[in-house]
């Protein structure tokens, strides 16, 4: 396998809230992060290793890896010549959806495994995103709902319960509220746990069992999903970062592509792509 760096992220020609990435990465690393929505892929060279709420899982040529959302995890090279693979990024509400129409009873379908052996749809998934990568609308959307509908059928369970106490859940709850106002000037632990009627190592421990982040990783990974968001409806990346509190452009780039896999930029071209109706090449 080249060693050679590649990555194409663009919006699903036909599935609304679904966006796809191919990529080949040897010595990029994704740091810990958190979708939010799923991250569904097939491994079409070399090895991933991830961790994934505290364990290291292996991908291999031809398996899947499925991520669920709100989880933390990372990606990083599992031998040296690296990884390439076709990832999807379905919202909850596209794949909530298909699982109604399908009658399954769970409001957010949940993977229990994260790296899975399934050659038929592994096969399927290359169908779909080859089909979305063309532009092909009838194709990409039939073959991608067929796709997730197989996924849910064969591999999804209902989403557990979460284990945190409800004081702990009420102060992590209210601790994100206020993270979420203050992205450009956030508080200090101290201040936030003040804020909250906790004690600032309580709320640490807390906040990292609810999310798998502590409070100063979340905000900047919460920065990165903000800062998607306006990209895609056309601001420029430098005030971007201005809005999202990151201290410059390159502070934006730095957390963006650890993140997202792409610079701002590109990210933004590719959206921009969609919106004009052709198929970004690759």
Not at 22 to 40: L, M, N, P, Q
Request: net charge positive.
């Amino acid at each position: 396998m080249t060693t050679k760096e590649q990555a194409h992220f663009w919006r699903h020609p036909a599935v609304p809230g679904t966006d796809l990435l191919k990529a080949r990465y040897v010595t990029h690393r994704f740091s810990r992060h958190v979708h939010d929505g799923y991250a569904i892929g097939v491994i079409v060279g070399g090895v991933e290793e991830f961790h994934y709420r505290g364990t290291l899982h292996r991908a291999g040529t031809g398996e899947l890896v499925l991520v669920n959302p709100d989880s933390v995890h990372t990606g990083q090279a599992g031998e040296p010549g690296g990884w390439a693979y076709r990832m999807l990024y379905p919202s909850i509400d596209a794949l909530a959806g298909i699982a109604a129409e399908l009658g399954i009873r769970c409001a957010t379908p949940h993977f229990p495994e994260q790296v899975v052996r399934d050659d038929e749809v592994a096969a399927l998934l290359g169908r779909a995103h080859q089909a979305a990568e063309r532009g092909d609308a009838l194709a990409a959307s039939t073959l991608s709902r067929t796709l997730f509908a197989r996924l849910l059928t064969r591999h999804a369970t209902p989403r557990p319960a979460a284990a945190l106490p409800a004081e702990g859940r009420q102060a992590v709850r209210e601790a994100l509220d206020l993270i979420h106002a203050c992205l450009v000037d956030p508080p200090t632990l101290d201040d936030l746990a003040e804020a909250v009627g906790a004690r600032p190592f309580a709320l640490l421990r807390a906040f990292k069992a609810a999310t798998g982040l502590p409070p100063h990783a979340y905000l900047n990974d919460l920065r990165v999903r903000q800062a998607r968001r306006l990209l895609l409806a056309g601001v420029r990346p430098a005030q971007v970062a201005a809005e999202v509190g990151f201290t410059d452009q390159a502070h934006l780039n730095r957390h963006f592509k650890r993140v997202v896999g792409v610079p701002p930029a590109a990210y933004q071209r590719a959206a921009g792509t969609y919106k004009t109706g052709a198929c970004p090449g690759t």
